[in-house]
């Protein structure tokens, strides 16, 4: 019998459309890569999406498309997973496999570059918390990890939404990357990171958020599968048995 998952992520409040479809693009995505499951893809800020996404699965695992087990996470998301009885797995940001990703990925750009790393900065470009300290912890933490693994001239975190920002940790890098710690391609990303970018006089490389990584599905298919595995699960009516049940 199928197993089921929802992929949620934030969104954007403000144009909650785009960010809706990519998830659910990524949905297909991790789909593809698990034969027999049913994965859905929604965000929190379309409102009645979640909703919408859990419609006729029972039981799916939550599987937060976030960078931390922060505010988003805790006290938004697991209130809404704990009220229906869910299982809600660690986010993005702590997969283990992720600093083997980003490591992939810096070395490739490095390499398209002709860079070497001892010549080169590396930039962790992050959102940041008003109210929560797990969003600059988490960056930090792949910072040194990625400083020990790669022996970059120096590395900075900087923030969007608390300091350290980006406008100030970016300024006279010279030759650098940016790795953008974002899950989305939204506001944060499409205005404000480039935005802090060009104030900083900043002009080295800028990697894309995890949602455009060809790797992300598959760490997010072997967290789904690895969960499956440990957790006796009800099955998922699949695609087929809910059409059966509406024409009856």
């Known amino acids: 019998m199928p197993r089921c998952a929802i992929l949620i992520a934030h969104g954007s409040p403000s144009d909650p459309d785009p960010q809706e479809q990519a998830m659910q693009a990524l949905a297909e995505k991790v789909q593809t890569l698990l034969p027999g499951w049913q994965i859905r893809g929604a965000t929190l800020a379309a409102p009645g999406r979640f909703d919408a ?3 006729g699965l029972d039981h799916p695992l939550i599987y ?8 988003f996470t805790n ?10 009885g869910l299982t809600q797995l660690p986010p993005l940001g702590v997969e283990t496999g ?23 900065a590396l930039l962790m470009a992050a959102h940041g918390s008003a109210v929560s300290r797990t969003s600059a912890d988490s960056t930090h933490a792949m910072e040194r990890e990625l400083a020990r693994r790669l022996p970059f001239r120096t590395t900075r975190a900087g923030f969007i939404e608390e300091p350290p920002f980006v406008h100030d940790q970016a300024r006279d890098l010279g030759q650098a990357i ?3 710690y974002f899950a989305l391609e939204a506001g944060h990303v499409l205005d404000d990171l480039p935005n802090a970018l060009t104030a900083a006089g900043f002009n080295g490389a800028v990697l894309p958020p995890m949602i455009h990584w060809p790797e992300t599905p598959g760490l997010i298919a072997n967290s789904l599968t ?23």
């Open 178 to 180: 940016c790795l953008s």
């Open 75 to 84: 006290r938004v998301l697991a209130p809404k997973t704990t009220a229906l």
């Open 226 to 248: 690895k969960q499956g595995t440990e957790t006796v699960t009800v099955s998922c009516p699949s695609d087929q048995n809910r059409s059966n049940r509406r024409r009856k």
């Open 98 to 120: 992720l600093a083997d990703v980003a490591e992939s990925r810096l070395r490739a750009t490095l390499t398209d570059r002709g860079w070497q790393a001892q010549d080169t």
């Open 64 to 71: 937060p498309f976030f960078m931390a087990q922060g505010y």
């Open 53 to 55: 996404a859990l419609n």
